[in-house]
Nanobody, 127 residues
Framework: QVQLVESGGGLVQPGGSLRLSCVAS????????VGWFRQAPGKEREGVSC???????????ESVESVKGRFTISRDNAKNTVYLQMNSLKPEDTAVYYC?????????????????WGQGTQVTVSS
């Protein structure tokens, strides 16, 4: 059974950092793409960034202006883990963060094309 498990969320003060992890298991694809998304209360889920099996990264247009330069996605294929390093956090980054995977694909898809989703991890930025 395919499973994605996020961790690393929590409460952090403005200006602080967090590193989220997404561990994938139960899959059989030799290559896949993982994306990070976030959903703030009362707002739609928005794409943050994705990374393919060749470590090529993409920021989704809907959030690039707010996260580029602060958020970095990376992956460790040996550990089946994708990370989202978040620096200089702001209160507006408060949201539930989700990772998602699209299997057997080499390029980052649209946010509507992911096959599997994790349960989410809460990130709260507040003083």
């Amino acid at each position: 059974q395919v499973q994605l498990v996020e961790s690393g969320g929590g409460l952090v003060q403005p200006g602080g950092s967090l590193r989220l992890s997404c561990v994938a298991s139960g899959f059989t694809s030799d290559y896949y793409v993982v994306g990070w998304f976030r959903q703030a209360p009362g707002k739609e889920r928005e794409g943050v960034s994705c990374i393919d099996s060749s470590h090529i990264t993409t920021y989704y247009a809907e959030s690039v202006e707010s996260v580029k330069g602060r958020f970095t996605i990376s992956r460790d294929n040996a550990k089946n883990t994708v990370y989202l390093q978040m620096n200089s956090l702001k209160p507006e980054d408060t949201a539930v963060y989700y990772c998602a995977a699209r299997w057997s694909t080499r390029q980052c898809p649209t946010k509507y094309q992911y096959d599997s989703w994790g349960q989410g991890t809460q990130v709260t930025v507040s003083s």
